[in-house]
Nanobody, 121 residues
């Protein structure tokens, strides 16, 4: 099971850090991805981090603003989101897969329930 936390209602320009905690299995062997779904839109890949060497990938829309990291000792992956914009408003999900980096929703096997991020003034 994956559980996301850290969402909230914030103003444009501020930061949030989302957490993705695993229970019942060890994240060490999984690539973890963050996805988001805005109202009326399809779910899109935001970022991912590999299990083996910590390589990362980001969607163009968040490059330079979001940073993904993992703490295997805490069995948790984080998404640091800086300079938030109204268009970042969405439900954010984390997901796990046994293979390498991907931002494709269909490649992931285990999903959390999501956490809402709302950016508005």
């Amino acid at each position: 099971q994956l559980v996301e936390s850290g969402g909230g209602l914030v103003q444009p320009g501020v930061s949030l850090r989302l957490s993705c905690a695993a229970s019942g299995f060890t994240l060490d062997y999984y690539t973890i991805g963050w996805f988001r779904q805005a109202p009326g839109k399809e779910r899109e890949g935001v970022s991912c981090i590999s299990s083996s060497d910590g390589r990362t990938d980001y969607a163009d829309s968040v490059k330079g603003r979001f940073t993904i990291s993992r703490d295997n000792a805490k069995n948790t992956v984080y998404l640091q989101m800086n300079s938030l914009k109204p268009e970042d408003t969405a439900v954010y999900y984390c997901a796990a897969r046994r293979l390498g980096l991907s931002l494709m929703e269909g490649d992931f096997e285990i999903w959390g329930q999501g956490t809402q991020v709302t950016v508005c003034s």
